[in-house]
Every structure is written in C-alpha cells, then in structure tokens.
C-alpha cells in the first residue's frame, strides 16, 4: 500500500504568493521562497508550484523560481502552469522541477502527456483536472472539466478525460473542485470517490481543507493517496507535522520524510 502523501499548495501570481477563491479573488499570503523554506523545516512530503497567471502565461517565472527553492528545500518539487510543449517540461526539470503538471494542455495535446513520460518516467507527469458540478445528478455530465485557470469549459466526460490521460501515460491526477476552492468547508468527497472508481494511478484531492478532520474523511472515506492543502496552511496555526500527526493517530500511514 502506498503511505500517505501530506502537500502545500503554493499558488505563482505575478511573483507572488497567493491563495485563491473558488479560482476567482485572491488574497497575498507570502515570499514563495520564504515559504518553500519553512515548509521544508516542516519535513513535507512534497510541495506544488503553481502558476495561476491569466495572461501572458508561460514558463518564465516558475523557471527562475526553481533554482531558489531548490537551495531552501530539499522536498519534490511538481511546478505547473503555462507548459504547452515538452520543451517547456524538459527546462523546467533540467532547472530542478521533479515533477510536471499539465492542465489545459492535457485536453489540446494528450501526446505532451506520452513524450514526458516517456522521457522522464511516468511518476514525472501530474495531470491536473478543475471541476465543477452541474446543477443535478441526473444530467449525463453532472461533473464539468473547465481549463486556462476554471475559465473555459471543455466538452468531454470526466470519465473519458481520466481514460484518454492515462492511456497516453499519466502518473497522478490533481482534482482541484473550482466551487470548494479557498471555502475551508470540507472536500468534495463525492467528487474524490468517483474519480478514484476510474483512476489506475494515485490521486491527489485538493480543494477545500479547514482542518484536520476534514483531511480525515477525505483519506479515509476515499482512499486518495495525497491531500494538496492551501488554506489549511496559510490561514491557520496549521502545518504538516501537525497535520499527520492528527492524522497518525487514526491509523493514516505516511512516507517517511
């Protein structure tokens, strides 16, 4: 059985730390550097970058913020945002990255997906999937795949997104819920039990975390192999060596640090 992942979630905007709302407003909440650093300190299992710029996207800032993090942390390292081609995923690790994630570039180009994983091994490749929920149930898309940061809604199943990514050789999926993004209500935990019907390869639920007992029934309830907490960390007292051992105390094994 795979042990247990804990995950920061560091969100890129114009060089800053930022923790977003249901993918909307934001609010500054640090240095990543500094950030980086004290996660570190913090014995974390691994740490997401991600850049969340709008406009002008591309690989420029979280290239140049690789090597930094890299001298204050010595955690895995998965950076996203603005990769569109395998030229861009190779520079990013050649700086340092351990691991790409690809969002809106999954949905145009699923071979991106096969060359990084192919080159660098299939753990090297994280697809990220933003989702909302339609109104009921009864409709035949009920969860809806949205790319370029939840702004653009794309026609293909979830189901069928999940089967394509992992036929061209995803290693993980990112679930990020676009309605309990930064609300600290708890995790969309229907949401994680479904996709974990149709995922072959371990999942990482983001999307929602308040607080401990929440990060409880989303690994106990679904079985995810990682949390990616926002939130929880920058809004709180909370961190990860607390987080787990909260967690522990249930049974919850985690990687050894």
């Excluded at 993918?23 to 640090?30: A, E, I, L």
Aim: with cysteine; aromatic share 8%.
């Amino acid at each position: 059985m795979l042990k247990k992942r804990i995950i920061p979630m560091m969100l890129l905007l114009d060089g800053k730390l930022v923790k977003t709302c249901q993918f909307d407003t934001w609010r500054n909440v640090g240095d990543p550097i500094k950030s980086a650093s004290v996660y570190n300190s913090q014995y974390t299992d691994e740490l997401v970058l991600l850049n969340i710029n709008r406009e002008k996207r591309s690989i420029t800032q979280l290239a140049a913020l690789i090597p930094q993090i890299a001298k204050v942390s010595f955690m895995p390292l998965a950076v996203g945002g603005g990769i569109n081609c395998f030229e861009d995923a190779a520079y990013l690790i050649n700086q340092g990255a351990d691991k790409i994630i690809i969002n809106s570039s999954a949905y145009e180009n699923t071979s991106l997906i096969s060359q990084i994983a192919n080159e660098f091994g299939q753990q090297a490749i994280v697809v990220s999937i933003d989702i909302k929920c339609a109104k009921s149930p009864e409709q035949n898309d009920y969860y809806q795949l949205y790319s370029h940061c939840g702004k653009q809604l794309e026609p293909i199943s979830l189901k069928n997104h999940i089967e394509q990514c992992q036929q061209a050789g995803a290693g993980e999926f990112m679930l990020q819920s676009i309605e309990h993004d930064g609300m600290m209500a708890g995790f969309n935990i229907e949401l994680f039990k479904e996709v974990m019907t149709l995922a072959q390869v371990p999942v990482i639920g983001c999307s929602g975390s308040g607080n401990y007992q929440h990060l409880r029934e989303a690994f106990v309830e679904t079985d995810v192999s990682a949390i990616g907490c926002g939130s929880l960390f920058n809004f709180s007292d909370s961190n990860p060596i607390r987080a787990k051992n909260y967690l522990t105390n249930y049974g919850i094994a985690f990687k050894k640090v």
